[in-house]
T-cell receptor, first 114, second 111 residues
Framework: NAGVTQTPKFQVLKTGQSMTLQCAQDMNHNSMYWYRQDPGMGLRLIYYSASEGTTDKGEVPNGYNVSRLNKREFSLRLESAAPSQTSVYFCASRNRGSSTDTQYFGPGTRLTVL | QQPVQSPQAVILREGEDAVINCSSS?????VHWYRQKHGEAPVFLMI?????EQKGHEKISASFNEKKQQSSLYLTASQLSYSGTYFC????????????FGPGTSLSVIP
């Protein structure tokens, strides 16, 4: 039982390049989330998915797209990276509605855009 | 809208108690509490749901006042391991599943 896994752990991009951050969970959770955390700051919600096939915008969706490929996987795509997107990206999943409602975070992807 | 946390930072000596507050302008379905240490992912502490009561363990507990849209995290007899940044996340009754986090409270426990 790995929990929430994210790949890659580290990435350096040049301005204008694109990339996809991968996230997978093996806990059969319905809800999944993408957050970004800038140095010394809090967590800001980018997108979330309440169930397979649905996605919704969070607080800071501009410049990002997401895909809820299936129940396990939720990917985040940067189409044209900008230095302002330098951040740590956390994926999370949650078993909302259960008696043991809990939100678990992955280890994060540290992204630098030059 | 982002919840408000107070205080922004607190320094404690081992064994002292602390309270961290979280408030929202929206009617809440749930409040989530996390602790994050430098360079690591946030770690789940507890979730308080609408209609629920105070939760927690012996030394870390939390309350949720639905009418005031507020929650408080209580840390009793603090230990060095309690150091870190504490975040509250809120889920409103009009946006289920959308969990928004506050700016965090930095807590340092010194010997």
């Amino acid at each position: 039982n790995a929990g929430v896994t994210q790949t890659p752990k580290f990435q350096v991009l040049k301005t204008g390049q694109s990339m996809t951050l991968q996230c997978a969970q093996d806990m059969n959770h319905n809800s999944m989330y993408w957050y970004r955390q800038d140095p010394g700051m809090g967590l800001r919600l980018i997108y979330y998915s309440a169930s397979e096939g649905t996605t919704d915008k969070g607080e800071v969706p501009n410049g990002y797209n997401v895909s809820r490929l299936n129940k396990r996987e939720f990917s985040l795509r940067l189409e044209s990276a900008a230095p302002s997107q330098t951040s740590v990206y956390f994926c999370a999943s949650r078993n909302r509605g259960s008696s043991t409602d809990t939100q678990y975070f992955g280890p994060g992807t540290r992204l630098t855009v030059l | 809208q982002q919840p408000v946390q107070s205080p922004q930072a607190v320094i404690l000596r081992e064994g002292e108690d602390a309270v961290i507050n979280c408030s929202s302008s929206k009617a809440l379905y749930s409040v989530h509490w996390y602790r994050q240490k430098h360079g690591e992912a946030p770690v789940f502490l507890m979730i308080l749901l609408k209609g629920g009561e105070q939760k927690g363990h012996e030394k870390i507990s939390a309350s949720f006042n639905e009418k005031k849209q507020q929650s408080s995290l209580y840390l009793t007899a603090s230990q060095l391991s309690y150091s870190g940044t504490y975040f509250c996340g809120t889920e409103s009754t009009t946006s289920y599943d959308k969990v928004i986090f506050g700016p965090g409270t930095s807590l340092s426990v010194i010997p």
